[in-house]
């Protein structure tokens, strides 16, 4: 899922959520302690902050979560082995153009 699919899904979400608990974007703004134009444009799906989502989603109840999910577990797999090679390099002074004793 992109970016832009995501703001669109949460602008819909929060839409609703809104409506369906009769609360107006001004009761709203008041509850979250945000300007009624930042209800209006994240309803939108334009431009806002993640805090600001946040504030949204629980001035109307709610609790926003976040989870990140794995794409390709040979992915991290691939880093993790990357990054030992880089601490290794490092240690070898290889990166510095120097050798290092210990």
């Known amino acids: 899922m992109d970016f832009q699919n995501a703001v669109s899904r949460m602008a819909s979400l929060l839409k609703q959520i809104r409506r369906d608990r009769a609360v107006s974007q001004l009761q709203l703004a008041d509850q979250a302690g945000v300007n009624p134009s930042v209800v209006n444009r994240a309803e939108r799906g334009e431009d806002a902050r993640l805090s600001t989502w946040a504030k949204l989603f629980e001035g109307l109840g709610y609790r926003l979560l976040f989870d990140a999910t794995e ?22 002074g290889l990166c510095a153009g120097k050798r290092r004793f210990y």
Do not use: M, P, T, V
Request: hydrophobic residues 25%.
């Open 71 to 92: 794409l390709c577990e040979e992915a991290g797999d691939l880093l993790s082995e990357e990054a030992e090679q880089r601490r290794e390099r490092r240690r070898e």
